[in-house]
């Protein structure tokens, strides 16, 4: 049996911690070649995973390569280009979320793969959670009722990723929102079945990593230049959706706050429901009742599981978990909240794509 050829654009530490290791685990996939635009970098992960060629352009990847499927694993900002050549060349892609830097690169990848009728998956690989889908099984039982209300949280009370890739809007396209607040808007959008938004209205600060004390204070991977940091620190949104519903969107990476907080709430008709820790909230004969596992969670190895679900998704030629369209219409309302922010004032979601 022909082993799949996959190649990696991108030889950074998401390369490495979540994609190398994984698809090294599967017998029926070769690594084939790695792309970077830098040369030393490509070479390293090249010689350490084994992988027989490497290159500073994936463009020559591309065309010499015969490559069934690519990992972007590339800034946020890059990852539209990388995946419209990788998609036109006939090869399938698996991008890191969230889907591009902006609305409009997710736009134009999401059409790329109509257009070459490859697949393309964004990895959210939060859709993996048992916990998360207990909540779209309450929702989907109708558990829940109609469910009017829900809160995305993606907070940290410390936890500044350091490097331009994530402080620099020219790279990353914005700060927490788009680095952990899209997994708590997809989370929502998921286990709900991507209900239709229509406005969106947000704030956004850089109270703190633009301040010179905290910022000696040290991130993940050590300080950071206040004057490099451009985007914000923190983005709370208020988004209303066409069918009555609203969601409540907090994210950060650094706040005065207790704890870390990664979850989302749900309150409808018939009872309400969180994921960490996983509870339902009923009314049982006459009761209010708190249900909850009997025991322990034990979530699978979710980065695996992603890359696992992606080879399979090519296999059997349709995606098997976060296809185009539902990764774009994550960006829809990270977009949307940012321009909020931005412009000081509600404004309309797009979404009719």
């Known amino acids: 049996m022909r082993k799949l050829r996959v190649g990696i654009i991108g030889t950074g530490n998401i390369a490495k911690v979540a994609h190398l290791p994984n698809y090294k685990k599967l017998e029926d996939v070769e690594l084939a070649a790695c792309a970077d635009i830098d040369l030393k970098a490509a070479k390293a992960v090249s010689k350490e995973y084994k992988i027989p060629h490497f290159y500073k352009d994936y463009n020559e990847m591309l065309e010499k390569e015969s490559l069934d499927a690519v990992s972007v694993c590339t800034p946020n900002v890059v990852h539209k280009d990388p995946t419209i050549a990788a998609l036109k060349a006939g090869v399938h892609v698996l991008t890191e979320k969230p889907m591009a830097g902006s609305l409009s690169g997710a736009k134009q990848m999401y059409e790329a793969s109509k257009r070459y009728k490859r697949i393309l998956i964004v990895g959210y690989q939060t859709r993996f959670r048992i916990d998360l889908n207990s909540i779209k099984d309450f929702v989907q039982a109708g558990e829940l009722g109609e469910v009017y209300y829900s809160r995305a949280l993606a907070l940290r009370k410390w936890g500044v990723p350091v490097r331009l890739t994530f402080i620099d809007r020219k790279l990353s396209g914005g700060g927490p929102l788009l680095d952990i607040g899209c997994y708590a808007v997809d989370m929502i959008m998921y286990v709900l079945g991507f209900p239709a938004p229509k406005t969106a209205y947000a704030v956004t600060y850089d109270k703190i990593c ?120 994550d960006q829809a309302i990270l977009e949307a909240v940012d321009r909020s922010a931005e412009l000081e004032k509600e404004v309309e979601v797009e979404w009719d794509f």
């Open 210 to 329: 633009t301040d010179p004390t905290m910022a000696k204070k040290e991130g993940w991977g050590g300080h950071w230049k206040p004057q490099n940091f451009n985007v914000e620190d923190s983005a709370f949104a208020f988004v209303k959706f066409r069918n009555g519903m609203t969601m409540l969107l907090e994210t950060n990476w650094a706040s005065f706050s207790p704890a870390d907080v990664f979850n989302i709430v749900l309150l409808g008709t018939r009872g309400g429901a969180q994921m960490t820790p996983l509870e339902l909230y009923k009314d049982i004969l006459r009761k209010r009742v708190v249900i909850k596992p009997h025991d322990e969670i034990k979530q699978p190895d979710i980065y695996e599981q992603r890359i696992f679900k992606f080879i399979e998704s090519v296999k059997k030629g349709k995606p098997l978990f976060c296809p185009a369209i539902e990764g774009l219409k």
